[in-house]
């Protein structure tokens, strides 16, 4: 009965992880409404899906708000700079669309060229909070590293895109996978991240000493 009722074993340990799970979900959309504040958000939901979820280390909270206000700013600044860019890109592709779908032929094709063209910033996107979460970088830095990566693994991050753009057409369409799809899908993009991270840095952890003061 002893190990029943141990809350580091068994069933416990489940209901433990899927209250982290639902929780930093919630938490993370609710951080992410304003917008602005979506880069910081997701820099520290990426470190603690990674802590806590894969790690499996207590105190998934207290790491969250610990790596959101380290990464406020340069959070902050990227997500300025990402924000018009995103709505550019999203713009042209629903009028490349709208065309591509009502003229056929050559208009279709740039639809498909413009669709494929989209990997890069989008890549770039994908790289850039995680990034922010595991490392300490300033915003030129923080840019330049994203592009590099997203060059250097490109076949990684177009299924990283991909999951990721799924994920947030199905939570659009159907509202309640936000309760615990945020997480979620971090955690599957920690499986191609953190195996690049380790390949680039042995130890990705610079920071880590910082965030437990």
Not at 91 to 117: E, K
Request: aromatic content about 16%; charged content about 15%; hydrophobic content about 50%.
């Amino acid at each position: 009965m002893g190990e029943f009722f141990n809350p580091e074993k068994g069933i416990w340990a489940w209901l433990s992880t899927l209250v982290d799970i639902c929780g930093l979900s919630i938490l993370w959309t609710f951080l992410c409404l304003p917008v602005v504040t979506a880069g910081p958000a997701t820099a520290a939901l990426y470190y603690t899906v990674v802590k806590c979820v894969r790690g499996r280390e207590s105190g998934a909270f207290g790491y969250y708000f610990r790596s959101f206000r380290q990464n406020f700013k340069t959070g902050l600044l990227a997500g300025l700079i990402v924000l018009p860019l995103a709505l550019l890109l999203l713009g042209g592709h629903f009028i490349v669309r709208w065309y591509g779908t009502r003229l056929g032929g050559g208009a279709y094709v740039l639809y498909v060229a413009y669709y494929f063209a989209l990997v890069l910033p989008a890549g770039v996107l994908c790289w850039l909070f995680p990034l922010l979460g595991r490392f300490d970088y300033g915003v030129g830095g923080l840019f330049r590293t994203a592009l590099q990566l997203t060059i250097a693994h490109l076949p990684s991050t177009v299924v990283v895109v991909l999951l990721t753009a799924q994920t947030a057409v199905f939570c659009i369409e159907r509202w309640w996978p936000v309760v615990f799809m945020p997480v979620i899908t971090l955690l599957l993009v920690s499986l191609f991240w953190e195996r690049i991270f380790q390949l680039h840095s042995p130890e990705p952890e610079e920071s880590e000493e910082e965030l437990e003061e």
